[in-house]
T-cell receptor, first 114, second 117 residues
Framework: AQSVTQLGSHVSVSEGALVLLRCNYS??????LFWYVQYPNQGLQLLLK??????LVKGINGFEAEFKKSETSFHLTKPSAHMSDAAEYFC????????????FGTGTQLKVEL | GAVVSQHPSWVICKSGTSVKIECRSL??????MFWYRQFPKQSLMLMAT?????????EQGVEKDKFLINHASLTLSTLTVTSAHPEDSSFYIC?????????????FGSGTRLTVV
């Protein structure tokens, strides 16, 4: 079975500050890992994905994430937060066996303050 | 590319009635689509995997007779909530991928807010 754990259901940063959203995974096989963003009453938008290529993955809107196998982590970062980054962020894992099922973390609500 | 359209965006229905939600892949064919349910301020819970031309695969604990899924074409999957009750009120989201997860990831619809009164 695979799972992801997102530490911190709420994260608050100042505009211009570093954003760090934590995600740790558990998987019996090499995983695919994803970060999605959700704005209120909307679907999910893919920020980036790790699929066993480069361990440092760059996504949209200035976000990036690094896959660290030794730490079973896939933390999401952005050097400088913008007000428009305020949203719910979900980490998700999918197995590489072709099942294509996504298992989501519990989400982290990012608040950006002036 | 890879757009998934979901309709309606929101719906209010009376208790005991049925509601149909549509999920369409607009610019690709999807043999598989996924249906999720999201409670307020919670994560997404996979309800079922919709397979074109065959029966859907339901996750444990999901009532297949209450949540009817039909995937009659390569671009359309529907979720029908039958005999809806207030506890069925939730945010329902579908997703699909134009290819492998490693290459394309998953694209999500904009969701449907169901309120049963």
């Amino acid at each position: 079975a695979q799972s992801v754990t997102q530490l911190g259901s709420h994260v608050s940063v100042s505009e211009g500050a570093l954003v760090l959203l934590r995600c740790n995974y558990s998987s019996s096989v090499p995983p695919y890992l994803f970060w999605y963003v959700q704005y209120p009453n909307q679907g999910l938008q893919l920020l980036l994905k790790y699929t066993s290529a480069a361990t440092l993955v760059k996504g949209i809107n200035g976000f990036e994430a690094e896959f660290k196998k030794s730490e079973t982590s896939f933390h999401l970062t952005k050097p400088s937060a913008h007000m428009s980054d305020a949203a719910e962020y979900f980490c998700a894992v999918s197995d590489t066996g072709g099942g294509n099922k996504l298992t989501f973390g519990t989400g982290t609500q990012l608040k950006v303050e002036l | 590319g890879a757009v998934v359209s979901q309709h309606p965006s929101w719906v209010i229905c009376k208790s005991g009635t049925s509601v149909k939600i549509e999920c369409r892949s607009l610019d690709f064919q999807a043999t598989t689509m996924f249906w999720y349910r999201q409670f307020p301020k919670q994560s997404l819970m996979l309800m079922a995997t919709s397979n074109e031309g065959s029966k859907a695969t339901y996750e444990q604990g999901v009532e297949k007779d209450k949540f009817l899924i039909n995937h009659a074409s390569l671009t359309l999957s529907t979720l029908t909530v039958t005999s809806a009750h207030p506890e069925d009120s939730s945010f329902y989201i579908c997703s699909a991928s134009p290819g492998t997860a490693s290459e394309y990831g998953y694209t999500f619809g904009s969701g449907t807010r169901l309120t049963v009164v």
